[in-house]
């Protein structure tokens, strides 16, 4: 398959989110939630993998579509999210009832579930950066996330958590007025939680907010710079006694523990496992996938620096489906990749990705990922990895190779990791339970 299948499907997208109405947009919704029928059969004529897509409008047809995003991974949900906020008017007074009123719609599901993903500050920076041509309400001002948080309808939590994440826009302009807005909000978030009753149920409660949520808060809080969002040392550490009240320590959530509680360190596996219940190996798996994409080809640049953002991301022990995971990730992604979070910032709990324009170098040096270094750093984290247990592992959903290049750096990895010992074909050509996969 070459590369003009993901030009495709975003075409198809772009189309859809044109003609979202009435009629289909329940469908349509439902399916690009990762919920419907597959949209491609592919077929390999003499090597060459011919798509066939449906372009339509009306329902049945839409409902045909939805794995457009779930096949083609972070670059298709992000453009989705682009070709919404492009198509949404943000200069009125937020009540949608004109030709934008069903994108609206959408846009706000899609942002509601946005928030709780772990590329979730680079696909709403990249959405609101690059908008489509005919968009011109979304110029930075002082204005405009004010109208953000009307035509979103977001909440008291909601806008601060935009705040912060558009501290890291390329704009200049819209992170000063980011952190404006976050200056204006988090201190009255942070007063009426303090200062709520214990049963209250006010808006800016935090009993029932996503954990990820919170804990990026918590993030910028504890490790950004001193002041810099308009709260006082006092008021964090009203905020944090309260937090602890509401969560405390043998119910804390696991991620938030050496956040609220940094003096207890020892942690019980039974409790880790309990707390995170059976998602918790696919979690696991697919994080360390996601974080490198997040950081870019500058991640595999030296294998000293690969191996320190490795350890630091929480992995002690490098697992074959973790490894399988990558692999399918660096044969997605081995071109086009814009620049991501740099090294150094990494390194910096709570600084922003754009603290002082030195630090981009590193991935602007790259332009495709390192596989060598990234396999030989693995295989010092974990000198016991079996590679045909990775192999076994790229059965897995989401793994796609649209071309050449990709299966080349699957196959390199592999054999890389395996040295002298022969590829594992018969692992390839045993049935998959991800057949869309196998090539």
Same mark, same amino acid.
């Given at each position: ?30 399916? /690009?939630?990762?919920?419907g ?7 390999? /004529?003499?090597?060459? @993998? ?26 298709? !949900? ?11 008017? %943000? ?10 009123f ?17 590329n979730f ?5 990249? =959405? ?36 912060? $994440? ?7 302009d819209?992170?000063?007025? =980011?952190?404006q ?24 409660? @935090?009993? !029932?907010?996503?954990?990820?949520v ?8 504890? %490790? ?11 008021? /964090?550490?009203? @905020?944090l006694?309260?937090?602890?009240? !509401? ?7 696991v ?26 190996k ?9 974080f ?7 991640f ?58 030195? !630090? ?9 990922w ?22 076994y ?5 989401? @793994? ?19 040295g ?14 991800? $057949?869309?996969?196998?090539?």
């Amino acid at each position: 398959m070459n590369l003009d299948s993901l030009s495709l499907a975003l075409s198809q997208i772009s189309y859809l989110v044109d003609n979202l109405t009435k009629k289909n947009y329940k469908s349509s919704q439902q399916e /690009i939630s990762h919920r419907g029928s597959h949209v491609f059969r592919m077929a390999d /004529i003499s090597g060459i @993998f011919v798509e066939n897509l449906v372009i339509g409008g009306n329902t049945t047809e839409v409902e045909e579509w939805g794995e457009i995003v779930n096949r083609h991974g972070p670059e298709a !949900d992000r453009y989705l999210l682009r070709c919404l906020f492009s198509h949404v008017d %943000f200069s009125g007074d937020g009540k949608s009832s004109g030709k934008d009123f069903h994108q609206t719609q959408f846009l706000i599901q899609e942002c509601a579930s946005l928030i709780t993903k772990p590329n979730f500050i680079s696909t709403l920076c990249y =959405a609101i950066d690059n908008p489509l041509h005919y968009q011109k309400s979304l110029k930075p001002s002082p204005h405009l996330f004010t109208q953000l948080s009307k035509v979103l309808k977001l909440s008291k939590v909601q806008e601060v958590i935009l705040g912060l $994440a558009l501290l890291n826009s390329s704009s200049s302009d819209l992170r000063v007025f =980011a952190l404006q807005f976050v200056k204006q909000k988090l201190p009255d978030l942070l007063r009426s939680y303090i200062d709520a009753d214990v049963s209250g149920n006010q808006e800016g409660g @935090f009993q !029932d907010i996503a954990i990820e949520v919170l804990h990026l808060l918590l993030s910028h809080l504890l %490790f950004g710079q001193k002041g810099a969002f308009g709260v006082g040392q006092e008021q /964090i550490d009203a @905020f944090l006694k309260t937090l602890c009240r !509401d969560f405390p320590q043998e119910r804390c959530p696991v991620v938030l523990a050496p956040l609220l509680y940094p003096e207890k360190r020892d942690i019980l596996m039974d409790r880790i496992l309990s707390d995170s219940g059976g998602i918790v190996k696919t979690t696991m798996d697919s994080s360390l996938a996601d974080f490198m994409q997040e950081v870019g080809y500058g991640f595999c640049t030296s294998a000293e620096e690969c191996r320190q953002i490795i350890l630091q991301f929480g992995v002690r022990e490098v697992t074959a489906s973790q490894v399988a995971r990558v692999l399918g990730m660096m044969a997605r992604t081995h071109s086009g990749l814009t620049d991501g979070i740099s090294l150094q910032s990494i390194s910096a709990p709570g600084s922003g990705i754009w603290s002082d324009g030195k !630090d981009k170098t590193d991935s602007a040096q790259a332009h495709t990922w390192n596989v060598e270094i990234f396999i030989d750093v693995v295989k010092d984290v974990n000198p016991n990895l079996n590679f045909k247990e990775v192999t076994y592992e790229l059965d897995h959903l989401g @793994f796609i190779l649209r071309d050449s290049k990709g299966l080349q750096i699957v196959v390199y990895g592999i054999q890389k990791g395996m040295g002298i010992e022969v590829f594992p074909v018969d692992l390839i050509y045993r049935p998959w339970k991800h $057949a869309e996969g196998q090539v």
